[in-house]
T-cell receptor, first 118, second 114 residues
Framework: GAGVSQSPRYKVAKRGQDVALRCDPI?????LFWYQQALGQGPEFLTY????????KSGLPSDRFFAERPEGSVSTLKIQRTQQEDSAVYLC????????????????FGEGSRLTVL | AQSVTQLDSHVSVSEGTPVLLRCNYS??????LFWYVQHPNKGLQLLLK??????LVKGINGFEAEFKKSETSFHLTKPSAHMSDAAEYFC????????????FGSGTRLQVQP
């Protein structure tokens, strides 16, 4: 597609529910990132994929958070047993670069999925 | 470890006047530095980046930034603000070695008054 597409754009969940957020990166982009942006804050790194391999998941805040990219394109971020502190905008970004070049290459961001946990 | 401090959470300027958004960084290694802009209900967009070439970096829409190692700063400037510049701006650092993650500052909201 023309850009990074995320769905749903808005999600309201009751505490304890599971949610799944989808990211469709730019076609052919090798690298994919998930970030969490709390209200009034900058995005914080969650996890990184190079193709289907999850190379870094050090930013995932708890074992309730799980991400996958099984075929190296679309990615899903799943949050189990949601808590109020999970309320945030979840941003997906993709890049054509990989390896060490990922540190200097441009990331293309989606518009985000806003999760509200009641 | 790397970190970024954006010194102002809000900046307000009049249309046609200069813009200065301040950013200081901390990095254990030689960093790459970026400025991203976020318009309401839009995705983050790269304005410019520094990756060890020229210390004065020019970006899109007339923005530029200067990497000053001695001051550990990477301030964003524009000679003349336009109404369309109103947005949230993020200073971002990544280390050349280490984890593949960008570290974002907390953001500066730029308001442009007519």
């Amino acid at each position: 597609g023309a850009g990074v597409s995320q769905s749903p754009r808005y999600k309201v969940a009751k505490r304890g529910q599971d949610v799944a957020l989808r990211c469709d990166p730019i076609s052919g982009h090798v690298s994919l990132f998930w970030y969490q942006q709390a209200l009034g804050q900058g995005p914080e790194f969650l996890t990184y994929f190079q193709n289907e391999a999850q190379l870094d998941k050090s930013g995932l805040p708890s074992d309730r958070f799980f991400a996958e990219r099984p075929e190296g394109s679309v990615s899903t971020l799943k949050i189990q047993r949601t808590q109020q502190e999970d309320s945030a905008v979840y941003l997906c970004a993709s890049s054509a670069t990989s390896g060490s070049s990922i540190l200097t290459g441009e990331l293309f961001f989606g518009e985000g999925s806003r999760l509200t946990v009641l | 470890a790397q970190s970024v401090t954006q010194l102002d959470s809000h900046v307000s300027v009049s249309e046609g006047t200069p813009v200065l958004l301040r950013c200081n960084y901390s990095s254990s290694y030689s960093p790459s530095l970026f400025w991203y802009v976020q318009h309401p209900n839009k995705g983050l967009q790269l304005l410019l980046k520094y990756t060890s070439a020229a210390t004065l970096v020019k970006g899109i829409n007339g923005f530029e930034a200067e990497f000053k190692k001695s001051e550990t700063s990477f301030h964003l400037t524009k000679p003349s603000a336009h109404m369309s510049d109103a947005a949230e701006y993020f200073c971002v650092v990544s280390e050349r070695t280490g984890r593949r993650a960008l570290t974002f500052g907390s953001g500066t909201r730029l308001q442009v008054q007519p």
